[in-house]
């Protein structure tokens, strides 16, 4: 089944301590992506990929670092998280560019609580 | 740079209602056009697209039109079930790029 799968799905953390969401798609997608959604401003990008080792800035990336070492897997790091940074998260990722009507897959969400 | 525009929530209807949630966009060119939804608890699925001007996409009995000269695609579905009750996401990628740019999001309830 093609599907974007995250870890952890929920996650209770404290101020500055360092965590990783893990985000993998098995459908050989050369785009991921990772949004944050907040109520009131729908979804933002934070980072995004366009293929291995090729990562750039989304909307909103302070805080937050990505690596794209492998094709399936685009974790998302948090090294110091904040209070400010509790959300929902998602990850997603599209086939290339050269395909028509493509469109994005999206992961369940990581709902994370940073006190 | 690319906006999207909904109409604020949350909305809240009767079963077998008439639902109309409206979509504006600002973009350069020719973007694609999307509607997702977001099921209590779930990820977002996309549910209809369009991908030029006058373009009808379908899906579920929901239904949006690609209007390029009021730069709207409005989500409409003649009669709505209680599974419809969800958040439902108008969106816009580039004309040349990969980026999604989202609207606010909708609450729709529906009541039996």
């Known amino acids: 089944e093609a599907q974007v799968t995250q870890n952890p799905r929920y996650l209770i953390t404290v101020t500055g301590k360092k965590l990783t969401v893990t985000c993998s798609q098995n459908?050989?997608?050369?785009?991921m992506s990772w949004y944050r959604q907040d109520p009131g401003l729908g979804l933002r990008q934070i980072y995004y990929?366009?293929?291995?080792?090729?990562?750039d800035k989304g909307d909103v990336p302070e805080g937050y670092k990505v690596s794209r070492k492998e094709k399936r897997n685009f974790p998302l790091i948090l090294e110091s998280p904040s209070p400010n940074q509790t959300s929902l998260y998602f990850c997603?990722?599209?086939?290339?560019?050269?395909?028509?009507?493509?469109?994005?897959?999206f992961g369940p969400g990581t709902r994370l609580l940073v006190l | 740079g690319n906006s999207v525009t909904q109409m604020e929530g949350p909305v809240t209807l009767s079963e077998e209602a008439f639902l109309t949630i409206n979509c504006t966009y600002t973009?350069?060119?020719?973007?694609?056009l999307f509607w997702y939804v977001q099921y209590p608890g779930e990820g977002l699925q996309l549910l209809l697209k369009?991908?030029?001007?006058?373009d009808k996409g379908s899906n579920k009995g929901f239904e949006a039109t690609y209007r390029k000269e009021t730069t709207s695609f409005h989500l409409e579905k003649g009669s709505v079930q209680v599974s419809d009750s969800a958040v439902y996401f108008c969106a816009l990628r580039g004309t040349s790029g990969s980026r999604l740019t989202f609207g606010e999001g909708t609450q729709l309830t529906v009541n039996p």
């Open positions: 990929s366009m293929n291995v080792e090729v990562t």
């Open positions: 973009a350069t060119g020719y973007p694609s």
């Open positions: 369009a991908t030029k001007a006058d």
């Open positions: 997603a990722s599209m086939g290339p560019i050269r395909a028509k009507g493509r469109v994005q897959y």
């Open positions: 459908m050989n997608h050369e785009y």
